[in-house]
């Protein structure tokens, strides 16, 4: 009997407490479609004896029903392929997640799409990580599709990589191809953002270098996959040194207690240290650090604690204490960010969205999109807009001084998400790169209006005897649904050009020279006319 099983067997609490201390290790496994990475993780599960029977019998089951799989065989991908689609097509695509442990670590991993259409739930998966297996298929080397994941492991500053090269099976073990590999990954990587990368060549099919080492490969001395994730350093990945604590909830039960909750995103904070909250600049100590199990003496990432202070300073939900004499946050209504877009309507400059950072969540819009980066190439194209999983460097402006970090700093601080106001779902999301400057302030254009209320500026005249009465009507159905519009009574073409120029719908009951559209009010109806303004592009959602 081992000793973890008999220790299960003779303190269940003990055991219990003994896995609570185990260190935790985010993966992701990305890659090509059909380079193996569902394969990959049933392997790992199954080799490390991770798997219940009734799992296994379940897939063996499945293995003879969907015929992916000799005599005898199981099809090991299917216990992460839970999609039906998934099964059915013999790929990945959404993001599936596993848990398993050892006896030094507990594991989530994460296997993404492959395919390009879901590079966004590729971006998913992988900000919670800290590792990232890159699977390569021996027979095709470094494709595509692999530089796309590596960049964006790169840009979600994943610190820890491991590029398994699968299938050597299929290309006789051979170490001449291995290398060839691991070199053009090199050269492609030079310019990104990867400093931890090692290499292991696999057969995740036949379990070569997953659990246990190859005897086939035995010009490889490096360690098989599950070795190196129990024993790749992790612990000094987060950010002891800037001392962040985003207010999550403000909790007063009666009036002598008032505690601030929250998980500490990044630094160390201790009992009887001087904090300061942002953005109001108020400073106190810290009188206690309060958990169910009782005071602690420090706090540090990722524990959820409550801090009470010694002075009744207002602190409010999406505040940030921070530590004294610390790397000073960054406190501004503006800043610079890298984006990655993940909703089928494009995201367009002064488009009005909400942001969430870390706890604190305002409005805003993405003031400028500075270039749209090709993930394929890393090359940097001009945009005026991002369409679903593109990637772009852009500008953004929120209607409130926010608390951030620059990304690779702290990721709890320094990342947001981006919320479509009307939905209410997350359409993006973005990793703080720096500050603006105020030199990048450009007057509003036509576009930026026409982007703002989602119209294209046009004067409209409403005639017949209901001109009048339409026009107002019209007015209130337009701004209902979020459109800019205003009635102009009397004929001003001064002023109809001016009302076009603010970017707004003028209305006017009134035919002149300036008038772009004409509707008979005795004829259509108020949805008549709202229709055919959406027909005509003139008013878009």
Known sequence: MSHQSELISTDIDAYLAQHERKEMLRFLT??????????????????????????????????VKSGTTGAGKIDLALLVDGLQAEREQGITIDVAYRYFSTSTRKFIIADTPGHEQYTRNMATGASTCDLAIILIDARYGVQTQTKRHSFIAS?????????????????????????????????????????????????????????????????????????ALNTVKIANDHNFNDARFPVQYVNRPNLDFRGFCGTVASGVFRKGDVITALPSGKSSKIKSIVTFDGDLQEAFPPMAVTFTLEDEIDVSRGDM??????????????????????????????????????????Y??????????????????????????????????????????????????GSFIIIDRLTNGTVGAGMITGTTEDEELSPVSVQDRAARFSQTATAIALLGANGKT?????????????????????????????????????LCIENNSSVDIVFDADKQSIDDIYGELKNKKIIYS
């Open 364 to 413: 805003g819009s993405i003031s400028l999109i500075h270039h749209r980066i090709d993930v394929n190439t890393l090359e940097h194209h001009d945009a005026d807009e991002l369409k679903l999983n593109e990637i772009g460097s852009c500008t953004v402006s929120v209607t409130a001084p926010v608390v951030f970090d620059p990304y690779k700093n702290s990721k709890s601080t």
């Open 470 to 506: 339409f026009a107002y009507q019209l007015e209130r159905k337009l701004f209902d649904n979020g459109h800019a519009a205003t009635v102009l009574e009397t004929t001003n073409t001064e002023l109809v050009t001016a009302i076009k120029h603010a970017g707004l719908l003028c």
């Open 155 to 227: 840009l979600l500053g994943i610190r820890h990589i491991i590029v398994a090269v699968n299938k050597m099976d299929l290309v006789d073990y051979s170490e001449g191809v291995f290398n060839k590999i691991k070199q053009d990954y090199l050269d492609f990587t030079s310019t990104l953002d990867l400093h931890d990368i090692s290499f292991i060549p696999l057969s995740a099919l036949d379990g070569d270098n997953v659990v246990n080492r190859s005897d086939n490969m035995p010009w490889f001395t490096g360690l098989p996959l599950m070795e």
């Open 30 to 63: 990305c890659g090509n479609v059909d380079d193996g990475k569902s394969t990959l993780i049933g392997r790992l599960l199954h080799d490390s004896k991770m798997i219940y029977e009734d799992q296994l019998a379940a897939v063996q089951a499945d293995s």
């Open 321 to 362: 204490l921070v530590g004294k004499d610390q790397y000073a946050p960054v406190v501004s209504d503006k800043f610079r960010a890298s984006i990655v877009w993940m909703a089928e309507k494009p995201l367009t400059p002064s488009r009005q969205y909400a942001i969430k950072l870390a706890t604190r969540k305002v």
